[in-house]
């Protein structure tokens, strides 16, 4: 289909930017590496009269050490995430994630920000941010303030980015430790069926993708670690507080079966 008319604005700084989300409000969309919105644009679920593109904001595409995290901004390419130095040492399962997302040219043009910021639970990078245990760091008319992970999303393709904010860096922890992502999926390039991502930092976090409405933690399996329970007791409880939807892949039971499969395969390769 093709999108409903609507005025384009390429952007040549953040406060630009700023200055049309809070001129237009709801009616504007920032356009980024572009995957993620003009679907939605093109299916007419997403109908803006004002695209900002911002995908040429140099200053917001890092990857950097930042003392006891790693920072990297917002419209940060997949490709540059899988091919980080920083982050194959640092925050290994970031990167080898961003190298399983879409095809080559999804992750030459997609950016971490945009992923985020689109809130789609099926996306492979948010869950694996959740696992980390990150924060966000979006600026808007009022200044910049932080947002844990855990309180980003809210629902379906929402999160608690204001209609007048930026996405502009996120924070993770080094977690150099043991960690795993399980994503099954029909072919290399699909969004994932179920995908699990774990990471043993001191304790072991879980975030399980397509389990919801949202990206989620897998929070009975994590207790049931915390209590010292056994990898398989911990994963058959994996699907505990999901509520996975059923389509042409897949019905919400054998999404619950496959989150006990994939979590348990996910402990035991974080276990080492």
């Known amino acids: 289909m093709i999108p409903v008319a609507f005025d384009y ?6 406060d630009e930017a700023l200055g049309l989300l809070v001129a237009h409000g709801d009616e504007a969309k920032l356009l980024a590496g572009g995957h993620s919105l003009l679907p939605l644009m093109k299916l007419r679920l997403a109908v803006p009269s004002v695209v900002v593109d911002v995908g040429r904001l140099r200053d917001l595409s890092y990857v950097r050490d930042a003392g006891d995290h790693i920072a990297i901004g917002a419209l940060t390419r997949h490709r540059d995430l899988e091919t980080s130095e920083l982050l194959a040492t640092q925050a290994p399962i970031l990167a080898h994630v961003a190298g399983l997302v879409g095809d080559p040219q999804v992750r030459h043009r997609g950016t971490i920000g945009g992923s985020l910021a689109h809130g789609d639970p099926a996306s492979d990078l948010p869950a694996v941010v959740l696992a980390l245990g990150g924060t966000l760091v979006a600026r808007g008319p009022g200044g910049e303030r932080t947002i844990p992970v855990q309180s980003f999303f809210e629902g379906f393709l929402q999160t608690a980015l204001g209609a007048d904010e930026l996405l502009t860096e996120i924070r993770v922890p080094r977690a150099s430790g043991g960690w795993s992502y399980q994503k099954f999926n029909r072919r290399a390039q699909d969004w994932a069926i179920v995908g699990v991502a774990a990471v043993r930092n001191g304790a072991t976090s879980v975030a399980l993708v397509n389990m919801g409405s949202t990206p989620l933690r897998a929070s009975a ?3 049931a670690l915390a ?6 007791d911990a994963a058959a409880v994996a699907a505990e507080g999901t509520d996975p939807s059923g389509d042409l892949n897949a019905s919400p039971d054998f999404r619950r079966h496959l989150a006990t499969v994939l979590v348990r395969r996910a402990l035991e390769e974080t276990a080492g």
């Open 9 to 14: 604005q390429r952007v040549t700084s953040v």
């Open 221 to 223: 399996t994590e207790a």
């Open 227 to 232: 209590s010292g329970a056994a990898i398989g």
